[in-house]
């Protein structure tokens, strides 16, 4: 398949989809929230480490960073929801797949969980496209 000969001259594009989140980090740099944003700067940071070097405590470092922006993101989420119900209807979307991709997928050992390490990687940076997605939304409805 074309696709797994492209994933294989890429070490892990999970280095590079880490990078979403600097564009969440820039857009939250024209927003008066400090902590979102900081928190999107060590998760890019952690996320990149963790991807480029499969170092256990980095790991475990970049999961407590995710949980971080779950926790970030929802508190604003739930703040601010009522602002656009299309960007609200955006983030649920997003994260509802997000979700299903992680936690269906760790269960069946399938998507970012699958043996083949091409069909994991790749769907692991439909997971950090779709969060950045749904956390810029979220950034949208913020003042």
Do not use: W
Request: net charge positive.
């Amino acid at each position: 398949m074309v696709i797994n000969k492209i994933m294989e001259l890429i070490s892990n594009i999970n280095v590079y989809t880490s990078c979403f989140f600097i564009i969440n980090t820039l857009y939250l740099c024209f927003k008066n929230d400090l902590v979102y944003r900081n928190s999107f700067i060590l998760l890019t940071l952690s996320s990149i480490m963790a991807h480029k070097t499969y170092n256990k405590t980095i790991i475990l470092i970049d999961k407590l960073f995710v949980l971080n922006i779950v926790f970030q993101g929802g508190i604003r989420y739930v703040q601010f929801y009522d602002r656009s119900m299309i960007h609200s209807s955006f983030v649920l979307l997003n994260f509802l797949i997000t979700i299903y991709l992680y936690c269906y997928g760790y269960i069946q050992s399938k998507f970012s969980f699958d043996k083949d390490k091409t069909t994991a990687h790749f769907f692991h940076a439909i997971l950090h496209a779709c969060s950045s997605l749904g956390h810029l939304s979220i950034i949208y409805l913020l003042d």
